[in-house]
């Protein structure tokens, strides 16, 4: 073996490791930027999420004081229904009450009309025998005002 070769030989073998080393250093550096970058999406990532579930957060509260709002309208709504039923159950309760008396009175009315009405076939009777009517006319004038 020639001298040369020998010494091309020992003089290649720094650049090899070189080589080597410069190789080495770029595989750690870009799995060092892999994970880095990998930490960085991951964090990109956790902060989208943490913006999505804030706006879902403001969404919800805006939607909840919404129906909050909704329910106590509606409730506010239903006691005044209840009032108003309240209301129309008093004047219900009244116009039963006069329509009771109205026909307490009509039937006192009939009554009367009907105490008259024999008083009247009385009469009738009384002054027919002046004018010659038979006791059967008479008869029968009382017991056709009778079933009334």
């Given at each position: 073996m020639?001298?040369s070769i020998?010494?091309a030989l020992?003089?290649g073998v720094p650049s090899v490791?070189?080589?080597?080393f410069?190789?080495?250093s ?7 930027k892999?994970e880095t970058d990998?930490?960085?999406?991951r964090i990109a990532?956790?902060k ?12 919800y509260?805006?939607v909840?004081a919404?129906a ?7 409730q506010s ?17 009244r116009e039963q009450d006069?329509s009771?008396t109205?026909r307490?009175?009509?039937?006192t009315l009939?009554?009367?009309v009907?105490t008259?009405?024999?008083?009247l076939?009385?009469?009738?009777i ?13 008869q029968?004038?009382?017991g ?5």
């Amino acid at each position: 073996m020639d001298t040369s070769i020998l010494v091309a030989l020992v003089a290649g073998v720094p650049s090899v490791a070189a080589a080597l080393f410069a190789y080495r250093s770029s595989a750690q550096a870009t799995r060092a930027k892999a994970e880095t970058d990998a930490e960085v999406n991951r964090i990109a990532a956790t902060k989208v999420d943490a913006e999505a579930f804030e706006r879902s957060q403001a969404l919800y509260e805006k939607v909840l004081a919404a129906a909050e709002k909704e329910v106590g309208r509606l409730q506010s709504q239903v006691d005044r229904l209840h009032d108003q039923l309240d209301r129309v159950n008093d004047q219900l309760a009244r116009e039963q009450d006069v329509s009771n008396t109205l026909r307490n009175h009509v039937r006192t009315l009939q009554a009367q009309v009907t105490t008259m009405e024999q008083t009247l076939t009385a009469l009738r009777i009384q002054i027919s025998p002046q004018r010659g009517a038979s006791a059967e006319n008479q008869q029968r004038a009382e017991g056709r005002y009778a079933d009334r």
